[in-house]
Nanobody, 127 residues
């Protein structure tokens, strides 16, 4: 699997951006997918994930209600719609194939194992 993310840019606080992740793979709907981000000087963090059929989505608390993950399995693309962007959303965003994606029973947390990473796309939000 090869992944290519795009769509980053520099926007003002409150604006929207949509990131895309194109997968070079024969059968895209075999894979659960996720977005991660890494801000300068910080560790890479989970943003959200989507199940292989697109029926389930999961989000970090910091983006819940503002970001939406979707996918088009026919076109082999995953999207990250980012609304009401904040300066703290500034980071390099990465898409990834993840394995063993599942919700922890009784919580809003998910577990997963990153498998394949795409290259990142820079998102900069100015105040």
């Amino acid at each position: 699997v090869q992944l290519q993310a795009s769509g980053g840019g520099t926007v003002q606080s409150g604006a929207s951006l949509r990131l895309s992740c194109v997968a070079s793979v024969s059968v895209f709907n075999m894979y659960d997918m996720a977005w991660f981000r890494q801000a300068p000087g910080k560790e890479r963090e989970f943003v959200g994930a989507i199940s292989r059929a697109g029926l389930s989505t999961y989000y970090a608390d910091s983006v819940k209600g503002r970001f939406t993950i979707s996918r088009d399995n026919f076109k082999k693309i995953m999207f990250l719609q980012m609304n009401r962007l904040k300066p703290e959303d500034t980071a390099v965003y990465y898409c990834a194939v993840v394995r063993d994606l599942r919700k922890v029973r009784g919580t809003e947390e998910v577990t997963y194992t990153p498998d394949t990473w795409g290259q990142g796309t820079q998102v900069t939000v100015s105040s």
